[in-house]
């Protein structure tokens, strides 16, 4: 009897050592029956097809096919494309009523945060499937009674930055929110890419924790989905594409397009991250992208507490293990102890989160968060020829409401501009400009745009307070009794 075909005995390798499943994108992974229940690709670098060549190696002494190794890959894709689908995890994922962490370590350890408390498991919870990348590096072991301190003591930073900081943190490890993103400015020397490298290593370590922009949007796709929090590093500007691709890399909205340019099966990208950018200027933005940042300005360090990188990183290591357990305690207290919110941010998840820590450290991240929206709306819209037209219109007549089509609103702003290169070119284009102003518009100058249905579809743009339009961008004092 002739020995069986080495495709078949490929499949059969699989199929006594790994379990099939499907994500929720449609892409199928390998999942060990024995040890860390990992998911794994089935082909690619780190993938299925490598472990079934090197085991097809040891049993037989040499190398399978590549004709068997395809074959093999083509009928086990096909297996698990019947299979239903469940979640597949990068570094953290929500229970009813808590969290998981992978720690990223070869034992495949995990951290169970849940009823107040975390605890450390040899490996995740049954049902939990975690994946990993080439971006995922272990996170240090978290020790008991530890602190967030230490990493106060390696920046310079004010009060208001440190409770933002420690907000931020909790979030980044929260996969089922949107998270504001945190951008770190300051001049030469304030230490942003020290900071931005610092936070990365305490929720989701890389070898590769900060990196360039972006050239094109499938680079983008392919980083993000590869950790759960992105950083980038020295951004002086952000283009138009791109500023689109973080808002959407935030909120989770998906892309979908062609595998290959030869087929018609359609890929879906729709992952939500957590994003750290260092240098950016604020000035640059589009409003959309301002509304969900987190902005934290750190000072110059002084000569007396520079000191290498080498002494940082040294120092960093050191206090890694006691910042992830004070973080870990943070963690415990906020999903234990939600806090209702009577007024939040257009980020009304992250408003939840931030009141829940500032309840456990009594601090003000929430306040200092919209206090640094406010100021972020100002500066998006000075720079903003559409936002300094609608102003000027609104100043010249008496009357705080104007109402009228989009076609004449498109009319009389346009006569109030030298500006043609970022003026939109039809009042259909005005609209849209004005829908992503909105909230800008309101937080700066306390102006409501609304786009009433029905015939003509007009356009109302109100003062909420009739002061409010005399004393220009900033903080807007709400009127007595408003909500």
Partial sequence: MSPPPQATVLVQMASQGYDFVVD??????????????????????????????????????????????TGAMQVLEARAAGADRVPVHLRSARLAKGLVIDLGDADGRAVVVKDGAWKILKRAPDGVIFRRTALTSAMPRPVRHGKLDPLRDLINISDEGWDMLRAWLVMALLPDIPV????????????????????????????????????AAD????????????????????????????????????AAKRQLYTDDEIHVTNFRRAIVLTSIDPGGLRGDLGDRLMPIELDAITAVRRRTEDELNAQL??????????????????????????????????????????????SDALGSFQRAQD????????????????????REQADPVWVGTATELFGLLSGKTLERRQWPGNPRGLSARLKKLKPALRAAYGLDVDFERGKGRRVRLRYRDGETRRRGPGRVQRAAGEE
């Avoid at 670098?45 to 490598?50: D, E, M, T, V």
Wanted: hydrophobic content about 45%; charged content about 20%; aromatic content about 4%.
């Fill in 375 to 394: 100021d972020i709306a100002g500066i998006v819209l000075e720079g903003d020829p559409v936002a300094a037209a609608v102003v000027q219109l609104l």
């Fill in 180 to 215: 504001p993103i945190l951008s770190l400015t300051g001049t030469q020397g304030s230490g942003k890419t020290s900071l931005g490298r610092a936070v990365i290593a305490l929720v989701d370590p890389s070898p590769s924790p900060l990196r360039t922009p972006p050239r």
């Fill in 24 to 69: 929720e994108r449609g892409q199928a992974h390998a999942v060990p029956k024995r040890g860390p229940r990992l998911a794994m690709p089935l082909s690619g670098k780190g993938a299925l097809s490598r472990q079934l060549m090197l085991a097809f190696y040891e049993a037989y002494g040499k190398p399978p096919s590549n004709n068997a190794l």
């Fill in 317 to 362: 290591q050191r206090d890694l293990p006691l910042m992830l357990g004070g973080l870990l305690d943070l963690v415990a207290e906020v999903l234990d102890k939600p806090v209702e919110v009577a007024e939040l941010p257009r980020m009304g998840d992250a408003g939840h989160i931030m009141a829940a820590v500032d309840a456990a450290l009594g």
């Fill in 219 to 254: 680079e983008w796709h392919t980083v993000a989905a590869a950790s759960r929090v992105v950083g980038l590093d020295n951004l002086s500007s952000i283009q138009g594409w791109f500023s689109d691709l973080l808002c959407r890399t935030v909120t989770g909205d998906g």
